[in-house]
């Protein structure tokens, strides 16, 4: 194959971005799945523990080691949901605050960069592809048929 296809470019992409972030995340002995649940979690309110998995698009197990993580090194607290008393709100504690902070600066950054180098008509066509991209997926318009033809 000559031609790279669309998921390795995909896959690549996002490999790089991730290995950034995953360095500059280092710089303050963090990591990006650390920075991506810091900014999922609402600063004032907290956020149900269950509501962040598929917001973040993690899987229950990968993000209780994550939160368990968090916990360990102060950026969050966990209290009982008082409107579902079985549920816990993660809140996030003043070092978490300061590290929402840093890790929106590091997302901000890059989007900024790449702003200023690919035009605006050009990035409005990267996410309307995606977009439909993802539509294609949701909508199982890929291989809704496989399973059935086997």
Request: proline share 4%.
């Amino acid at each position: 194959m000559k031609e790279k296809t669309i998921d390795y470019i995909l896959r690549s992409t996002w490999m790089a971005i991730q290995k950034m972030y995953n360095e500059e995340a280092g710089t303050k002995n963090s990591t990006m799945a650390t920075g991506f649940a810091l900014i999922s979690i609402d600063p004032e309110k907290g956020s149900p523990s269950t509501a962040l998995g598929p917001k973040m698009g993690m899987e229950a197990t990968s993000l209780s080691r994550t939160l368990k993580k968090m916990e360990e090194f102060n950026l969050i607290e966990r209290h009982p949901n008082p409107e579902d008393g079985r549920g816990v709100i993660i809140h996030l504690t003043p070092f978490g605050k300061e590290m929402r902070d840093f890790s929106k600066s590091v997302v901000f950054r890059f989007d900024e960069v790449v702003k200023e180098n690919i035009s605006e008509e050009d990035l409005n066509t990267f996410k309307k592809v995606a977009g439909t991209m993802m539509e294609l997926i949701s909508n199982k318009k890929i291989y809704r048929n496989t399973a059935q033809s086997r």
